[in-house]
DNA sequence: GCCGTTTTCGGCCCGACTGTTTTCAGTCG
């Protein structure tokens, strides 16, 4: 079944093609559809069946019509037509450090190299030596971009490792005492589940001092460039950093332009050259003079928009929302009251469930659900093994009095009653493939959190998460965003919202205090517009409770 | 190719940086 990511694909490639033909408006024009697809929180293929392809932001009557083709065919006969007509290594070719599609045509078109391996010929040949426009140090830098160490152009990383990253990288830079304030912007801020380079906003009276510190911390492999007012770095890892030096005055202005997107970016600044503003990243500008730019608030003010939270700025629609008043409430940090899923350490001491507990505490939850793994489902029926009764029963024990630890749960738990004394009052699923059979409907229990495999690859995912949603949505399970390395949840999150489904967002409560679990699922939730009302551990102890009670009744009675 | 309280045609964000240039083109974000 073609994915979005595929769909996105091919708009990027037919936009890479007319590049090299030289249209001027339409290869952008492509672009923006192909963002829009990517960013979008549904399958594709359900907003075709509802035929509203053409509410989606940059995609008109032609676009839709090449989509609706796509999803039917599988292919797009118009991209298949220009295809041929360009030798497929010149598109390679664009995608070299430093080549875009004017170089990449001259060298197809004036010069007769039509891939990176005749380009490499050329080069050790002295072709290109004399060719206008290239001179020595171009010819060194296509070099390298040809080499075996060269960057890996497009490659994105998921968001949870990303997230790790920039955090070592603020820390350490922070630690210097040689910024007023550094923040990541980018996709990052915009809790996009891939990042393909990180951004990172500074203000600082003295750019170069913070460039030194950029350039001297561990794990920066090179300086790409570096001028007046911003550095690119690599890193050993091959991700991107791009570090920009503002003024203090103008970290507002900045911190908007580099938090993107780019297609927000592009529509706010349209809407204040046509109130006779202009904005970049030094501010707000009527004529010559200054009228702003210290701070988001006022960036936005200016357009008489409300701010727009970061997750929402891919210029789908929330800017409309802002001037109207309609933003939607997205849920906050200190909605989110319980975690409803902590894996209790196999050999966690007394003083460990203390610890993790105090923090729960810290963090002003009301409650702490806790995982135990050892039961299963055999044959229609729940299986829980002696030994996680027994930890169970244990973890009771251990319960400090005045604690916020509410509830006790098996990992895939039945709706039996556990060790004396102990109700199993939820279940967490943790499923490895497809949705649960009909046949579970027997032991269902009071409240489900439905999550994915963790350690599932990305690739194949979308219709095992599909199929997952729809179970969670016929069984009121609560779907738990997915922050680990691979899970990319946000389409899920994105349909559980649209459905009016429950989401449960995991603290990492209990991890390290860098641990990217909670900001990155919060995120991610926000970017799929759940409000507080729509997060399962966003609600009361007391809600909580009264949600499992009747229920728990009923099912003593069946 | 998209889009619209300056609408159905005529526009299409804005700036940093680099290399190859005597003032700019190309790339990138």
Redesign the pocket.
């Known amino acids: 079944m073609p994915t979005n990511a595929e769909a996105a694909e091919i708009l990027r490639a037919i936009a890479d093609l007319?590049d090299l033909e030289g249209?001027?408006?339409?290869p952008?024009?492509?672009r923006?559809?192909a963002r829009?697809i990517e960013t979008l929180t549904e399958d594709l293929k359900a907003v075709a069946e509802r035929k509203e392809l053409?509410t989606?932001?940059?995609?008109?009557?032609?676009?839709?019509e090449?989509i609706q083709e796509y999803l039917k065919t599988g292919r797009i006969a118009?991209y298949d037509r220009i295809r041929s007509e360009v030798p497929p290594g010149v598109l390679e070719l664009?995608?070299?450090?430093?080549?875009?599609?004017?170089?990449?045509?001259?060298f197809w078109v004036e010069l007769h190299i039509t891939s990176p391996k005749e380009l490499r010929e050329a080069i050790d040949a002295h072709r290109l030596e004399g060719v206008?426009?290239?001179?020595?140090?171009?010819?060194?830098?296509l070099r390298s971009a040809l080499g075996p160490t060269a960057a890996r152009?497009g490659t994105r990383i998921p968001l949870t490792e990303a997230y790790a990253v920039a955090q070592r990288l603020l820390a350490a830079i922070r630690a210097t005492g040689r910024v007023e304030r550094i923040e990541a912007a980018?996709s990052l801020r915009r809790r996009r589940e891939t990042v393909?380079?990180l951004?990172l906003l500074a203000s600082s009276p003295d750019?170069k001092g913070v460039f030194d510190v950029v350039s001297g911390l561990p794990g920066v492999h090179e300086v790409l460039?570096?001028?007046?007012?911003?550095?690119?770095v690599r890193l050993d890892s091959g991700l991107?950093v791009?570090v920009?030096v503002v003024a203090s005055n103008e970290f507002g202005a900045a911190f908007v332009?580099?938090t993107?997107s780019?297609d927000h970016?592009?529509h706010l600044?349209?809407i204040?050259?046509?109130?006779?503003l202009?904005?970049?990243?030094?501010g707000i500008?009527q004529g010559e003079e200054r009228v702003g730019g210290a701070t988001e608030d006022e960036v936005y003010a200016a357009l008489k928009l409300a701010w727009i939270p970061p997750e929402l700025r891919e210029n789908r629609g929330e800017i409309?929302a802002a001037a109207a008043g309609t933003l939607p409430e997205l849920v906050t940090e200190r909605d989110v009251r319980g975690e409803l899923h902590w894996h209790v350490p196999p050999n966690a001491t007394r003083e460990d469930i203390e610890a993790t507990l105090a923090e729960a505490r810290r963090r002003r939850m009301e409650y702490v659900g806790a995982v135990v793994a050892g039961t299963s489902v055999e044959g229609g029926s729940v299986k829980i093994e002696r030994g996680a009764l027994e930890r169970l029963g244990e973890l009771h024990g251990k319960r400090p009095s005045g604690m916020p630890i509410v509830w006790l749960v098996g990992e895939v738990a039945g709706t039996g009653t556990g060790p004396e004394g102990m109700e199993l009052d939820y279940l967490v699923r943790r499923p490895t493939k497809g949705p649960a059979p009909a046949s579970r409907k027997a032991f269902l229990p009071t409240l489900v959190i439905a999550h994915l495999d963790p350690t599932a690859p990305p690739a194949g995912t979308d219709k095992e998460r599909r199929a997952w949603i729809d179970w969670a949505a016929s069984h009121d399970a609560a779907l738990e965003m997915g922050p680990g390395p691979s899970r990319l949840d946000s389409i899920g999150g994105g349909e559980v919202r649209a459905r009016n489904g429950t989401l449960a967002i995991p603290t990492g409560l209990g991890s390290s205090p860098d641990d990217p679990t909670f900001p990155v699922a919060l995120g991610l939730a926000r970017r799929a517009q759940a409000n507080a009302a729509q997060i399962l551990n966003a609600r009361s102890r007391a809600e909580i409770e009264q949600l499992l009670a009747p229920r728990a009744t009923q099912e003593r009675r069946g």
């Open positions: 007319l249209e001027r408006f339409k952008e024009a492509y923006r559809a829009s053409d989606i932001p940059g995609i008109g009557d032609a676009i839709a090449k118009y664009m995608r070299l450090a430093g080549v875009g599609p004017k170089t990449a045509r001259r206008s426009g290239i001179g020595p140090r171009k010819i060194e830098l152009v980018g393909g380079d951004d750019a460039l570096r001028g007046e007012t911003k550095e690119t991107q791009d920009r332009y580099f993107g780019k970016n592009v600044r349209t204040a050259r046509d109130r006779g202009k904005i970049n990243e030094y500008f409309e």
